[in-house]
């Protein structure tokens, strides 16, 4: 049979899981800026959360999350329709 006479290799998966660590390795500046960034951002977020409670109270604010929320889900169902994969489109 052709399994058979298939050559066979032996693969070390703890030796390619750590070849792969290796390839990935990022240097520790990127750790930190990206740390940096991540903090940064969520830091906005609340401070524009913050100014917009103060501003226009927090019905409106409630009111601006939903829709934005509700934007988010309907781009994803359009976007979805309109991409579908199904096998005899």
């Known amino acids: ?8 290799h032996e693969i070390s998966i703890a030796s390619t899981a750590t070849a792969c660590v290796k390839a990935i390795a990022m240097p520790k500046g990127f750790w930190i800026a990206h740390a940096i960034t991540i903090t940064t951002g969520i830091g906005l977020q609340l401070l524009g959360l ?3 409670a103060v501003t226009f109270g927090a019905w409106i604010t409630l009111a601006l999350y939903a829709v934005g929320g509700l934007a988010v889900v309907l781009r994803h169902i359009v976007v979805g ?9």
């Open 1 to 8: 049979m052709i399994i058979e006479s298939a050559p066979t």
């Open 81 to 89: 329709r309109a991409t579908s994969c199904s096998p005899g489109d």
């Open 50 to 52: 913050y100014a917009v």
